[in-house]
Protein backbone atom coordinates (compact mmCIF):
# COMPACT_ATOMS: atom_id res chain seq x y z
CA UNK A 1 0.00 0.00 0.00
CA UNK A 2 1.46 3.65 -0.42
CA UNK A 3 2.41 5.35 2.19
CA UNK A 4 3.15 2.25 4.13
CA UNK A 5 6.92 1.77 5.39
CA UNK A 6 7.36 -2.30 5.43
CA UNK A 7 10.14 -3.38 8.18
CA UNK A 8 11.34 -6.69 7.39
CA UNK A 9 13.41 -8.58 9.75
CA UNK A 10 17.25 -9.17 8.77
CA UNK A 11 19.52 -11.34 11.20
CA UNK A 12 23.15 -10.53 11.17
CA UNK A 13 25.59 -12.85 11.51
CA UNK A 14 28.90 -11.97 12.81
CA UNK A 15 31.71 -13.50 10.74
CA UNK A 16 32.07 -16.83 11.73
CA UNK A 17 35.20 -18.64 13.72
CA UNK A 18 36.43 -22.27 13.53
CA UNK A 19 38.75 -24.06 16.07
CA UNK A 20 41.77 -24.01 13.67
CA UNK A 21 44.52 -24.68 16.89
CA UNK A 22 46.55 -27.06 14.91
CA UNK A 23 46.28 -25.11 11.46
CA UNK A 24 47.28 -21.68 13.13
CA UNK A 25 50.81 -23.79 14.61
CA UNK A 26 51.30 -25.06 11.57
CA UNK A 27 51.21 -21.90 10.23
CA UNK A 28 53.52 -20.69 12.70
CA UNK A 29 56.13 -23.07 12.31
CA UNK A 30 56.16 -22.75 8.95
CA UNK A 31 56.26 -18.59 9.27
CA UNK A 32 59.33 -19.05 11.85
CA UNK A 33 61.26 -21.62 9.65
CA UNK A 34 60.44 -18.99 6.49
CA UNK A 35 61.48 -15.96 8.32
CA UNK A 36 65.10 -17.81 9.42
CA UNK A 37 65.78 -18.54 5.49
CA UNK A 38 64.84 -15.37 4.51
CA UNK A 39 67.21 -14.26 7.43
CA UNK A 40 70.48 -15.94 6.67
CA UNK A 41 69.32 -15.79 2.78
CA UNK A 42 69.95 -12.21 2.95
CA UNK A 43 73.28 -12.42 4.85
CA UNK A 44 74.44 -14.80 2.31
CA UNK A 45 73.51 -12.59 -0.44
CA UNK A 46 74.92 -9.59 1.23
CA UNK A 47 78.16 -11.25 1.02
CA UNK A 48 78.05 -12.19 -2.26
CA UNK A 49 77.13 -9.21 -3.57
CA UNK A 50 80.40 -8.28 -1.88
CA UNK A 51 82.80 -10.71 -3.32
CA UNK A 52 81.36 -9.79 -6.99
CA UNK A 53 81.85 -6.40 -6.81
CA UNK A 54 85.47 -6.83 -5.55
CA UNK A 55 85.91 -9.81 -8.32
CA UNK A 56 84.68 -7.45 -11.18
CA UNK A 57 86.79 -4.68 -10.58
CA UNK A 58 89.68 -7.14 -10.12
CA UNK A 59 88.78 -8.69 -13.55
CA UNK A 60 87.17 -5.62 -15.33
CA UNK A 61 83.95 -7.44 -15.95
CA UNK A 62 80.98 -5.07 -16.29
CA UNK A 63 78.67 -8.71 -16.31
CA UNK A 64 80.19 -9.54 -12.76
CA UNK A 65 79.70 -5.73 -11.83
CA UNK A 66 76.09 -5.61 -13.31
CA UNK A 67 75.22 -8.57 -11.92
CA UNK A 68 76.47 -7.30 -8.32
CA UNK A 69 74.20 -4.58 -9.28
CA UNK A 70 71.31 -7.27 -9.37
CA UNK A 71 72.10 -9.07 -6.60
CA UNK A 72 71.74 -5.96 -4.64
CA UNK A 73 68.43 -5.56 -6.02
CA UNK A 74 67.63 -8.96 -4.70
CA UNK A 75 68.82 -7.94 -1.01
CA UNK A 76 66.65 -5.52 -1.22
CA UNK A 77 63.97 -8.16 -2.14
CA UNK A 78 65.13 -10.19 0.39
CA UNK A 79 64.53 -7.40 3.20
CA UNK A 80 60.97 -6.40 2.39
CA UNK A 81 60.27 -10.30 2.12
CA UNK A 82 62.09 -10.92 5.63
CA UNK A 83 60.19 -7.81 7.14
CA UNK A 84 56.69 -8.32 5.26
CA UNK A 85 56.80 -11.90 6.94
CA UNK A 86 57.72 -10.50 10.21
CA UNK A 87 54.47 -8.19 9.64
CA UNK A 88 52.34 -11.09 8.76
CA UNK A 89 52.43 -12.98 12.03
CA UNK A 90 51.43 -10.04 13.88
CA UNK A 91 47.88 -10.13 15.47
CA UNK A 92 45.02 -7.86 14.62
CA UNK A 93 44.38 -5.16 16.57
CA UNK A 94 41.93 -2.31 16.77
CA UNK A 95 43.58 -0.33 14.25
CA UNK A 96 44.75 -2.73 11.91
CA UNK A 97 41.51 -5.17 12.31
CA UNK A 98 42.50 -7.23 9.39
CA UNK A 99 46.17 -7.69 11.05
CA UNK A 100 49.23 -6.74 8.77
CA UNK A 101 48.56 -9.84 6.03
CA UNK A 102 48.90 -7.76 3.29
CA UNK A 103 52.37 -6.42 4.15
CA UNK A 104 53.50 -9.28 2.03
CA UNK A 105 51.44 -8.69 -0.92
CA UNK A 106 52.83 -5.10 -0.87
CA UNK A 107 56.10 -6.16 -0.51
CA UNK A 108 55.71 -8.69 -3.73
CA UNK A 109 54.52 -5.89 -5.49
CA UNK A 110 57.31 -3.56 -4.78
CA UNK A 111 59.86 -6.75 -5.71
CA UNK A 112 58.16 -7.20 -9.03
CA UNK A 113 58.59 -3.43 -10.01
CA UNK A 114 62.22 -3.27 -8.65
CA UNK A 115 62.25 -7.18 -11.14
CA UNK A 116 60.80 -4.54 -14.36
CA UNK A 117 63.36 -1.94 -13.19
CA UNK A 118 66.45 -4.21 -13.64
CA UNK A 119 65.70 -5.84 -16.92
CA UNK A 120 64.97 -2.21 -18.73
CA UNK A 121 67.94 -1.97 -17.26
CA UNK A 122 69.94 -4.95 -18.24
CA UNK A 123 68.21 -4.21 -21.72
CA UNK A 124 69.77 -0.95 -22.17
CA UNK A 125 73.16 -2.35 -20.63
CA UNK A 126 73.01 -5.38 -23.43
CA UNK A 127 72.62 -2.51 -26.20
CA UNK A 128 75.28 -0.85 -25.19
CA UNK A 129 77.81 -3.78 -25.13
CA UNK A 130 76.19 -5.38 -28.43
CA UNK A 131 77.56 -1.84 -30.01
CA UNK A 132 80.89 -1.45 -27.87
CA UNK A 133 82.05 -4.87 -26.50
CA UNK A 134 84.53 -5.20 -24.06
CA UNK A 135 87.15 -7.66 -23.28
CA UNK A 136 86.89 -9.66 -19.64
CA UNK A 137 88.63 -12.03 -17.83
CA UNK A 138 86.72 -15.22 -18.49
CA UNK A 139 88.36 -17.21 -15.19
CA UNK A 140 87.17 -14.91 -12.88
CA UNK A 141 83.52 -15.01 -14.51
CA UNK A 142 83.79 -18.56 -14.45
CA UNK A 143 84.75 -19.46 -11.22
CA UNK A 144 82.42 -16.47 -9.65
CA UNK A 145 79.15 -16.81 -11.39
CA UNK A 146 79.66 -20.63 -10.50
CA UNK A 147 79.94 -19.69 -6.53
CA UNK A 148 76.67 -17.45 -7.26
CA UNK A 149 74.89 -20.44 -8.83
CA UNK A 150 75.51 -22.81 -5.48
CA UNK A 151 74.21 -19.92 -3.77
CA UNK A 152 71.16 -18.32 -5.30
CA UNK A 153 70.25 -21.99 -6.43
CA UNK A 154 70.27 -23.28 -2.72
CA UNK A 155 68.22 -20.30 -1.73
CA UNK A 156 65.89 -21.51 -4.34
CA UNK A 157 65.86 -24.65 -2.75
CA UNK A 158 65.06 -23.58 0.47
CA UNK A 159 62.56 -21.13 -0.44
CA UNK A 160 61.02 -23.58 -2.69
CA UNK A 161 57.87 -24.82 -0.59
CA UNK A 162 56.64 -21.39 1.09
CA UNK A 163 56.31 -19.62 -1.94
CA UNK A 164 53.43 -21.81 -2.93
CA UNK A 165 51.68 -20.13 -0.24
CA UNK A 166 53.17 -16.99 -0.04
CA UNK A 167 53.49 -14.59 -2.66
CA UNK A 168 55.65 -12.61 -0.85
CA UNK A 169 58.27 -15.51 -0.93
CA UNK A 170 57.55 -15.92 -4.72
CA UNK A 171 58.73 -12.66 -5.34
CA UNK A 172 61.52 -13.12 -3.13
CA UNK A 173 61.84 -16.72 -5.29
CA UNK A 174 61.79 -15.10 -8.23
CA UNK A 175 64.61 -12.77 -7.57
CA UNK A 176 66.40 -16.00 -6.94
CA UNK A 177 65.70 -17.41 -10.37
CA UNK A 178 66.96 -14.15 -12.25
CA UNK A 179 70.40 -14.92 -10.39
CA UNK A 180 70.38 -18.53 -11.24
CA UNK A 181 69.76 -17.78 -14.77
CA UNK A 182 72.31 -14.59 -14.62
CA UNK A 183 75.11 -17.24 -13.18
CA UNK A 184 74.10 -19.74 -16.16
CA UNK A 185 74.53 -17.20 -18.53
CA UNK A 186 77.92 -15.63 -17.32
CA UNK A 187 79.23 -19.53 -17.35
CA UNK A 188 78.21 -20.17 -20.69
CA UNK A 189 79.19 -16.82 -22.03
CA UNK A 190 82.73 -16.97 -20.27
CA UNK A 191 83.07 -20.62 -21.68
CA UNK A 192 82.07 -18.94 -25.45
CA UNK A 193 84.69 -16.32 -25.11
CA UNK A 194 87.66 -18.60 -24.13
CA UNK A 195 86.89 -21.15 -26.62
CA UNK A 196 85.76 -18.08 -29.63
CA UNK A 197 86.40 -15.12 -28.44
CA UNK A 198 83.09 -13.93 -29.67
CA UNK A 199 82.35 -11.32 -26.32
CA UNK A 200 78.87 -10.48 -27.57
CA UNK A 201 77.40 -13.70 -26.22
CA UNK A 202 77.57 -12.49 -23.00
CA UNK A 203 74.83 -9.02 -23.75
CA UNK A 204 72.54 -11.63 -25.70
CA UNK A 205 71.83 -13.99 -23.51
CA UNK A 206 71.29 -10.79 -20.96
CA UNK A 207 68.37 -10.32 -22.74
CA UNK A 208 66.82 -13.63 -22.79
CA UNK A 209 67.12 -13.80 -19.20
CA UNK A 210 65.55 -9.96 -18.76
CA UNK A 211 62.45 -10.92 -21.13
CA UNK A 212 61.75 -14.15 -18.60
CA UNK A 213 62.28 -11.85 -15.25
CA UNK A 214 59.90 -9.57 -16.86
CA UNK A 215 57.60 -12.47 -17.93
CA UNK A 216 57.38 -14.29 -14.13
CA UNK A 217 57.16 -10.56 -12.75
CA UNK A 218 54.61 -9.42 -14.74
CA UNK A 219 52.42 -12.23 -13.51
CA UNK A 220 53.33 -11.33 -9.74
CA UNK A 221 52.15 -7.67 -10.23
CA UNK A 222 49.04 -8.78 -11.96
CA UNK A 223 48.19 -11.09 -8.81
CA UNK A 224 49.50 -8.88 -6.11
CA UNK A 225 47.35 -5.56 -7.99
CA UNK A 226 44.54 -8.08 -7.81
CA UNK A 227 44.64 -8.37 -4.13
CA UNK A 228 45.29 -5.11 -3.24
CA UNK A 229 42.42 -3.68 -4.97
CA UNK A 230 40.28 -6.50 -3.23
CA UNK A 231 39.28 -8.97 -6.88
CA UNK A 232 38.20 -12.22 -6.78
CA UNK A 233 40.75 -14.38 -5.92
CA UNK A 234 42.57 -16.73 -8.20
CA UNK A 235 41.18 -19.93 -8.96
CA UNK A 236 37.54 -19.22 -8.19
CA UNK A 237 34.52 -18.45 -9.90
CA UNK A 238 31.92 -16.55 -8.77
CA UNK A 239 28.70 -18.09 -10.18
CA UNK A 240 30.45 -21.24 -8.82
CA UNK A 241 29.88 -20.16 -5.33
CA UNK A 242 26.61 -18.38 -5.78
CA UNK A 243 25.94 -22.13 -7.30
CA UNK A 244 27.36 -23.90 -4.17
CA UNK A 245 25.63 -21.62 -2.00
CA UNK A 246 22.41 -22.11 -3.43
CA UNK A 247 22.29 -25.68 -3.00
CA UNK A 248 23.04 -25.80 0.24
CA UNK A 249 19.56 -27.11 2.15
CA UNK A 250 17.93 -24.26 3.52
CA UNK A 251 19.04 -21.18 0.84
CA UNK A 252 16.61 -20.13 -1.23
CA UNK A 253 18.95 -17.02 -2.74
CA UNK A 254 22.44 -15.59 -2.62
CA UNK A 255 23.03 -12.06 -3.50
CA UNK A 256 25.03 -8.74 -2.80
CA UNK A 257 27.76 -11.36 -2.87
CA UNK A 258 31.58 -10.30 -2.29
CA UNK A 259 34.99 -12.32 -2.16
CA UNK A 260 38.44 -11.11 -1.99
CA UNK A 261 41.78 -12.04 -0.48
CA UNK A 262 43.42 -10.76 2.80
CA UNK A 263 46.60 -11.97 2.07
CA UNK A 264 48.16 -14.49 -0.54
CA UNK A 265 46.04 -17.39 1.13
CA UNK A 266 43.35 -15.99 3.51
CA UNK A 267 40.08 -15.02 1.71
CA UNK A 268 36.87 -13.87 3.17
CA UNK A 269 32.97 -13.21 2.00
CA UNK A 270 30.44 -11.41 2.68
CA UNK A 271 26.52 -11.65 1.31
CA UNK A 272 23.07 -11.50 2.08
CA UNK A 273 21.12 -14.88 1.92
CA UNK A 274 17.46 -15.02 1.59
CA UNK A 275 15.82 -17.97 3.81
CA UNK A 276 12.64 -18.75 4.98
CA UNK A 277 11.55 -17.42 8.57
CA UNK A 278 12.41 -20.06 10.98
CA UNK A 279 13.48 -20.14 14.65
CA UNK A 280 17.28 -19.36 15.32
CA UNK A 281 18.46 -22.77 15.92
CA UNK A 282 17.48 -23.52 12.61
CA UNK A 283 19.36 -20.54 10.58
CA UNK A 284 22.52 -21.49 12.88
CA UNK A 285 22.27 -24.63 11.42
CA UNK A 286 21.96 -23.22 7.63
CA UNK A 287 25.22 -21.28 8.58
CA UNK A 288 27.45 -24.03 9.84
CA UNK A 289 26.27 -25.79 6.09
CA UNK A 290 27.15 -22.67 4.48
CA UNK A 291 30.36 -22.32 6.44
CA UNK A 292 31.40 -25.84 6.05
CA UNK A 293 30.74 -25.88 2.44
CA UNK A 294 32.71 -22.85 1.76
CA UNK A 295 35.69 -23.58 4.03
CA UNK A 296 35.98 -27.00 2.09
CA UNK A 297 35.32 -26.15 -1.48
CA UNK A 298 36.82 -22.97 -1.91
CA UNK A 299 39.04 -22.27 1.02
CA UNK A 300 37.13 -19.21 2.20
CA UNK A 301 37.26 -19.25 5.95
CA UNK A 302 35.96 -15.59 7.12
CA UNK A 303 32.68 -15.05 6.33
CA UNK A 304 29.81 -12.42 7.08
CA UNK A 305 26.70 -14.00 6.02
CA UNK A 306 23.40 -11.31 6.74
CA UNK A 307 19.93 -13.24 6.97
CA UNK A 308 16.97 -12.27 5.15
CA UNK A 309 13.41 -13.70 5.44
CA UNK A 310 12.35 -11.58 2.25
CA UNK A 311 13.95 -10.66 -1.20
CA UNK A 312 15.46 -7.12 -1.35
CA UNK A 313 16.36 -4.20 -3.81
CA UNK A 314 19.88 -4.16 -4.93
CA UNK A 315 21.20 -0.19 -5.11
CA UNK A 316 24.44 1.26 -6.00
CA UNK A 317 25.41 0.77 -2.53
CA UNK A 318 24.30 -2.26 -2.02
CA UNK A 319 20.94 -4.77 -1.06
CA UNK A 320 19.89 -2.03 1.11
CA UNK A 321 16.18 -1.83 0.59
CA UNK A 322 13.80 -4.50 1.48
CA UNK A 323 10.97 -4.76 -0.09
CA UNK A 324 8.38 -7.68 0.03
CA UNK A 325 8.89 -11.00 -2.96
CA UNK A 326 5.54 -9.87 -4.46
CA UNK A 327 7.15 -5.76 -5.16
CA UNK A 328 10.94 -7.72 -6.12
CA UNK A 329 8.77 -9.86 -8.86
CA UNK A 330 6.39 -7.72 -10.05
CA UNK A 331 6.82 -5.36 -12.95
CA UNK A 332 9.39 -2.64 -13.71
Known sequence: ???????????????????????????DISGRTTAQ???????????????????????????????????????????LAWIANYLESKPANEIKTYGYQRAGVLAAFVNALTLVALSAWIFYESAVRLHYPQAVDEDIMLAVS???????GGIMWALRRARHRDLN??????????????SIAIMAGAVVIRYTGWVRIDPLLSISIGVLIVWTAWDIIHESLNIL????????????????????????????????????????????????????????????????????????????????????????????????????????
Request: net charge negative; charged share 15%; glycine share 8%.
Open 146 to 152: ALGLLLN
Open 229 to 332: LEGLPRGIALQDVIGSMRSVDGVLDVHDLHIWSLGSSTHALSCHVQIEDVPPSASDAILRRLNTMLAGRFHIHHTTVQFEHVSCVISESGCVIPVSPEEHHGPH
Open 169 to 182: VRSAFVHMLGDVLG
Open 1 to 27: MPGVVRIHFCAVVSPCSYTRGEVHAHE
Open 37 to 79: VLRWSLVATLLFVAIQVFSGLRAHSLALLSDAGHNSTDALALL
